[in-house]
């Protein structure tokens, strides 16, 4: 009977053909004779072996230092075995299938799959913090609403490195873990194509909204300039860090969007002018920690003529 055995360690995958017959076992273990060799310094030179009878299979543990476990369960001398069952050998995993088990069907090499392999270099990291930089101190001159210091834009620019370097690092991580490979090159250049694209948005958004006069059509611009780039952002997370197919990240990515867009609702960001700097000027509003509104963007004389027109709004007020 010929079957295939894969060998699974370190996120590497191999397959060695196998026959078997009644009377030889397939032995395993990391001595050059056996017929089937592990390179794992936790398995036995002879660790176990495999046979078959007839249509049925079984598994022997020879004595080995660190055991077997078949689908997480300790091997005592010999045991059956069914095809497709997970063997555990130190730190390797066996599988036995059947040689003429059906595979699925190749996949199309994409043009975007050959990008990416270009782009992965670790010289991209730095030309991506370049990237980060110039968006976050284009958007304090031209993307925002009120007025920007020197001192903030600054403090913007170190918020966005230091932002993009610990999710350049949490996203490495989480594909090394559930895709054996880390992505932290690709996850820099999303956060910075996430920072450009922000800049893009908020301008075309500040243009649009210039010759606009209806609220609901300013919110719906506001909502679109937050969620464009979150969207991608959300995506390619997912790309980088799971294996899900493209209608689940579509449905997760989506989701996520509405949970977003539904918090907007009720936990606004975009107060009315005149709550933003009276929070700023009172430390407090709504029971909220007044050191969140310590740090206003306004300049003084902007304030202070805000200021003056609520006390006159106020005064004619019955």
């Not at 689908?71 to 045991?79: G, H, L, P």
């Not at 995993?93 to 799959?113: F, G, H, M, Q, Y």
């Not at 392999?117 to 990291?125: G, M, Q, T």
């Not at 030309?127 to 210091?149: K, S």
């Amino acid at each position: 009977m010929k079957c295939v055995l894969l060998i699974e360690k370190e996120g590497q995958c191999s397959a060695v053909p196998v026959s078997f017959d009644d009377n030889n076992p397939v032995v395993i273990g990391r001595a050059w004779k056996n017929d089937v060799i592990i390179n794992d310094p936790y398995v036995d030179s002879e660790h176990l072996s495999l046979s078959a009878n007839d249509d049925h299979f079984f598994i022997e543990d020879l004595n080995s230092q660190n055991g077997t476990l078949v689908e997480k369960k300790q091997v005592d001398n010999t045991a059956s075995y069914s095809m497709g069952d997970s063997i555990v050998v130190g730190e390797t995993t066996l599988r036995l299938i059947d040689a003429n088990a059906e595979v699925a069907p190749a996949l199309k090499i994409e043009k975007s799959n050959r990008l990416i392999k270009r782009i992965d270099s670790f010289w991209f990291i730095p030309i991506a913090v370049i990237f980060v930089l110039l968006a976050t101190y284009l958007q304090g001159l031209w993307g925002g609403d009120v007025e920007q210091t020197a001192d903030l834009i600054v403090n913007s620019m170190m918020y966005a490195v230091g932002a993009m370097l610990i999710w350049t690092l949490a996203v490495g991580i989480l594909s090394k873990l559930f895709r054996q490979k880390a992505a932290f090159t690709l996850a820099a250049i999303v956060f910075s194509v996430v920072m450009v694209l922000e800049l893009l948005f908020n301008l075309i958004g500040n243009a649009i909204k210039f010759n606009l006069n209806s609220g609901l059509a300013i919110t719906v611009i506001d909502q679109i300039v937050v969620l464009t780039p979150l969207v991608f952002m959300l995506y390619a997370t997912l790309s980088l860090v799971t294996r899900f197919s493209r209608f689940v990240k579509v449905c997760v990515t989506s989701a996520l969007c509405v949970f977003v867009l539904l918090a907007s609702v009720y936990f606004p960001t975009l107060q009315p002018e005149h709550q933003r700097w009276s929070r700023s000027v009172s430390g407090h509003h709504l029971g909220q920690p007044a050191a969140l509104f310590f740090g206003t963007t306004e300049s003084l004389d902007a304030h202070m003529t805000k200021t003056s027109n609520l006390f006159d709004q106020l005064e004619q007020s019955p």
